[in-house]
């Protein structure tokens, strides 16, 4: 993971990148996600005919379908604003791979170098780019919660260490860690359903870990660990519930307040 320039002022305008998991299965981490960025007095952009990332087809190893897929966005983001994606490893697939996707077609490469330069996380955002502050929020009922991160986003993208900065912050809220924190949850796009054996036994070691925490819920910015870790613990009726962390900010934070 490269170190990276934040710029200095706050833009007033900037895009949405909502992700296909998103739309399709957590739709309420989109809306909360694009309110978070208005209460900051941004607005937010999001442009119709966006879809996929690519990144399923890429990391199973097909390159053209993730290039098929990706060409399709990169018209999409014209105006210079930031593209803000809530999801750690969607953000780190545009950021890292889409650049080296088109190597061999500059105008491509071009259009894809620049998107990559202004994709930022959504937690990366609020914490470093317009400095969101808690001091006035009310603690609110007490809720201890454990923090899940991808390990595309852990390692691409560094979110970890931006969610766990933003929970920190928060009246109310108590951060614990448990024993396979930085285990991989099972999920891994494509993985889990190759290996749904190897898959399922991870995700049970992962609910059971965090379930011994004594936490109220599980809060992470990657929609497809959300869903896996989500529809494990409800399959083996564990007390876990699962939330994103736009929507546990957002909640937590007042929403309008």
């Given at each position: 993971m490269q170190s990276r320039q934040y710029p200095t002022t706050a833009p007033q305008q900037v895009y949405l990148f909502g992700t296909c998991l998103v739309d399709l299965f957590v739709p309420q981490a989109g809306l909360d996600a694009v309110r978070l960025l208005e209460r900051e007095g941004l607005t937010v952009h999001f442009p119709r005919g966006q879809s996929c990332c690519?990144?399923?087809?890429?990391?199973?190893?097909?390159?053209?379908?993730?290039?098929?897929?990706a060409r399709a966005q990169l018209e999409l983001f014209r105006?210079?604003?930031?593209?803000i994606v809530p999801s750690g490893s969607c953000?780190?697939?545009?950021?890292?791979?889409?650049?080296?996707?088109?190597a061999d077609d500059p105008d491509a490469a071009r259009l894809a170098s620049d998107i990559a330069g202004r994709v930022y996380e959504?937690?990366?955002?609020?914490?470093h780019v317009l400095h969101v502050r808690f001091d006035d929020v009310p603690a609110g009922d007490h809720e201890r919660v454990v923090l899940h991160t991808s390990?595309?986003?852990?390692?691409?993208?560094?979110t970890?260490?931006?969610?766990?900065?933003?929970?920190?912050a928060l009246?109310?809220?108590?951060?614990?860690?448990?024993?396979?924190?930085?285990?991989?949850?099972?999920f891994g796009g494509t993985f889990s359903l190759k290996h749904a054996d190897i898959s399922g036994a991870m995700v049970r070691d992962k609910v059971a870990s965090a379930c011994a925490t004594g936490c109220d819920r599980l809060v992470s910015a990657d929609c497809g660990c959300l869903l896996n870790i989500g529809h494990a613990a409800a399959h083996a009726g564990a007390p876990l519930p699962v939330e994103h962390l736009a929507s546990f900010l957002w909640r937590r934070t007042g929403g309008a307040a």
């Open positions: 690519g990144q399923p087809a890429y990391s199973s190893g097909n390159p053209e379908q993730a290039r098929k897929v105006e210079p604003w930031p593209i953000g780190g697939m545009m950021r890292h791979h889409w650049p080296t996707l088109f959504l937690a990366e955002f609020l914490l390990c595309a986003a852990r390692r691409e993208m560094g970890r260490a931006h969610g766990v900065a933003l929970l920190d009246p109310g809220v108590s951060r614990v860690e448990h024993v396979r924190e930085s285990e991989c949850c099972g």
